[in-house]
């Protein structure tokens, strides 16, 4: 290998934390504040989508964001992705921008008892979650309605929590979205995801989005198993 070659990074939260095994911190590593700074970021840039104050007052904001950025990158992880092991086994991946709760990009999504699976290498068990998540006007796409791209987001990762439920975790290969009727913002969505079984290393689940109990939209995913060396 080429000295200024690096090598190749893992292909997923999975396998990484493999590679970390025994070393992976538990939830009491994410503090309050960290927390906090996420969610308070969030709102931030909400504010930033709906602003009216005038042109001074604007730029007085970016000098202090500003410094608030150059503060916050004084320091840096080795690796942007941070992960942490809960006491029942399963994995959470605290800044990916699918519900990282540690990244400010990614909506507020929240599953409601995520089991952490079958043991490594037992069979796959299907599996139902579910979740809710309240979208803002900076995930807006036409007047008061989200964006596609962030619907196709929440089911990807819907779909990935409930494969990886499952016991059959992967990495995305296909995702069919289908648009049923406009997802609203700022109106509370439910989310229902199941993993449907498997073909070999390839793996399927469903799900939909739901708004005031109407589906909005709707998805298949098929989920590729990495190779084990």
């Not at 991946?93 to 519900?99: A, D, I, P, V």
């Not at 309240?134 to 929440?154: M, Q």
């Not at 819907?158 to 439920?165: D, I, K, R, S, Y």
Request: proline share 7%; net charge neutral.
């Amino acid at each position: 290998m080429n000295s200024n070659t690096r090598p190749l990074p893992p292909a997923s939260a999975t396998a990484l934390a493999e590679l970390m095994a025994g070393t992976l911190p538990d939830p009491s590593s994410v503090s309050a504040s960290a927390l906090d700074l996420a969610d308070r970021v969030r709102d931030l840039v909400e504010a930033v989508v709906w602003t009216d104050v005038d042109a001074a007052v604007r730029a007085d904001a970016a000098r202090r964001i500003a410094e608030l950025t150059a503060e916050l990158g004084a320091a840096r992880r080795d690796r942007a992705v941070s992960l942490i092991r809960h006491p029942d086994g399963r994995l959470e991946h605290l800044t990916q921008m699918g519900s990282g709760r540690l990244n400010p990009q990614a909506p507020r999504l929240v599953f409601a008892d995520v089991a952490a699976g079958p043991e490594p290498g037992a069979e796959p068990e299907s599996v139902e979650i579910h979740a809710r998540c309240t979208l803002t006007a900076a995930h807006g796409g036409p007047p008061e309605r989200a964006h596609g791209g962030i619907v196709a987001v929440l089911l990807d990762q819907l779909l990935g929590v409930a494969a990886a439920a499952a016991g059959a975790p992967g990495l995305t290969a296909g995702l069919d979205v289908r648009y049923r009727r406009a997802t609203p913002y700022d109106a509370p969505l439910e989310l229902t995801g199941r993993w449907t079984g498997r073909d070999g290393r390839k793996s399927f689940a469903t799900g939909e989005i739901r708004a005031a109990g109407v589906v909005t939209a709707e998805a298949t995913a098929v989920f590729i198993a990495e190779r084990r060396r």
